[in-house]
């Protein structure tokens, strides 16, 4: 077995990390429901037969949203890599055979798990990047708070940190909002950094998983 040497970036992503991983949350939902509604409409109709015809169109279409997924995951790391040239099925004549054949073939099964698991990574995908981008903003944004409580309504959000007041005596409540503007900037450079990752390994995760017909 020819095992394929991955390739390396040669040219700028044209798909950002940061919509990557913001699309994978929709997908992961669009896979994983097309998957499990088609197999069990299928499996359902096998005993009139109308499953067989079904289940060759969802396998077929499973090999589409892999060629996608190719695609989009190359995109996104800068790949100028060419799809894999494979024999294809659609010149065979037959329903039998061509489901035969489908479902003989490894790559049929490597799809289906692919979009099963593109839903839970696509879950921790999205939340935890908008979750720091969310929090980042809110601390970048805290001086801008304080000043409109402490004018409107005479609220300080610092009145209750004690323990900030025993850590920093001499220093005021707007000086401390200033040092979560100094935190947030930092956190937000660490989360392009973790969105960047994320999509980095759930692009090389889908090329490893999506797979071509044989």
Do not use: H
Not at 1 to 12: D, E, N, S
Not at 31 to 46: E, P, Q
Not at 169 to 196: D, E, H, K
């Amino acid at each position: 077995m020819q095992i394929r040497q991955p390739a390396l970036p040669t040219a700028k992503p044209s798909v950002t990390p940061s919509a990557y991983v913001l699309l994978s949350l929709p997908l992961g939902i669009f896979y994983f429901v097309f998957i499990v509604a088609g197999l069990t409409l299928s499996a359902g109709l096998l005993p009139i037969f109308v499953g067989l015809p079904i289940l060759l169109g969802v396998l077929t279409i499973l090999f589409g949203i892999a060629g996608f997924e190719r695609s989009l995951a190359r995109a996104v790391l800068g790949l100028d890599d060419p799809e894999p040239s494979s024999a294809s099925a659609a010149s065979e004549s037959g329903l039998f055979r061509r489901l035969g054949r489908a479902i003989a073939d490894p790559a049929s099964y490597l799809n289906i798990l692919l979009c099963i698991l593109k839903l839970p990574i696509g879950i921790v995908n999205f939340v935890v990047s908008v979750t720091l981008v969310c929090v980042s903003i809110g601390l970048i944004a805290t001086p801008a708070v304080y000043v409109v409580l402490e004018r409107t309504i005479d609220i300080d959000i610092f009145e209750m940190s004690y323990w900030l007041a025993d850590l920093a005596p001499n220093v005021t409540s707007l000086q401390l909002s200033f040092v979560c503007t100094a935190v947030g900037i930092v956190l937000l450079l660490l989360s392009v950094a973790a969105i960047r990752a994320m999509a980095a390994w759930t692009a090389r995760f889908t090329l490893a998983m999506a797979r071509a017909p044989r």
